[in-house]
């Protein structure tokens, strides 16, 4: 059984196109997080979610959207992709009430390309 | 804010050569420290923690200690395998995890 699973695993996309990516844990977490990946590796925390409630909220685009519709499951919702958007997003879970001191299971990501 | 510094990659190594990658931190507090690695194409695992003082993670060979006088968590392995060639991310705990910038390491045969 796959702890964190995402879907689609490749994404690609032309600009302008609006676009979702799912994202689900069987682990029992009630926290979880969007990271972006950038070309150089770099990681990069988008959002956190505690028990289906906002908890962190980066310096992230508005046409970035997460939706909880329970603390299972954590999609992201991007609008009116841009070229730059064109990274790979981690989704992950912890236990805790958004603090990370105890370990974050993540997901085999989703490749975006946006052409 | 709390941040990570991890050495600058990429590092290539021979089977079997000693392997040390530096991580400084800064934090408030006494956050836990991680190591997470990344396979080509996959997401990120947990290496191994440490959540206070003195501690040391440990796993498959690799091994990192929590200093709090140095403000660091250096991972260290012994004998490198072709199989370890990886990214390797230094994190921080706290609100959310904080990561270093990530070392490519490369392990020839």
């Known amino acids: 059984d796959t702890a964190v699973s995402q879907t689609p695993k490749y994404l690609v996309t032309q600009m302008g196109n609006d676009k979702s990516i799912k994202c689900e844990q069987n682990?029992?977490?009630?926290?979880m997080y969007w990271y972006k990946q950038d070309s150089k590796k770099f990681l990069k925390i988008m959002f956190s979610?505690?028990?289906?409630?906002?908890?962190i909220n980066e310096t992230v685009p508005n046409r970035f959207s997460p939706k909880s519709p329970d603390k299972a499951h954590l999609n992201l919702h991007i609008n009116s992709l841009e070229l730059g958007d064109s990274a790979v997003y981690f989704c992950?879970?912890?236990?805790?009430?958004?603090?990370?001191?105890?370990?974050?299971?993540f997901g085999q990501g989703t490749r975006l390309t946006v052409v | 804010g709390d941040s990570v510094t991890q050495m600058e990659g990429p590092v290539t190594l021979s089977e079997e050569a000693f392997l040390t990658i530096n991580c400084t931190y800064t934090?408030?507090?006494?956050?836990?420290l991680f190591w997470y690695v990344q396979y080509p194409g996959e997401g990120l695992q947990l290496l191994l923690k440490a959540t206070k003082a003195d501690d040391k993670g440990s796993n498959k060979g690799f091994e990192a200690t929590y200093r709090k006088e140095t403000t660091s968590f250096h991972l260290e392995k012994g004998s490198v395998q072709v199989s370890d060639s990886a990214v390797y991310f230094c994190a921080l705990g706290g609100s959310r995890l904080t990561f270093g910038e990530g070392t490519q390491l490369t392990v020839n045969p």
């Open positions: 992950a879970s912890s236990y805790g009430t958004g603090v990370m001191n105890t370990e974050a299971f």
């Open positions: 934090a408030t507090g006494y956050p836990s």
């Open positions: 979610y505690n028990n289906k409630e906002l908890i």
């Open positions: 682990l029992g977490h009630d926290t």
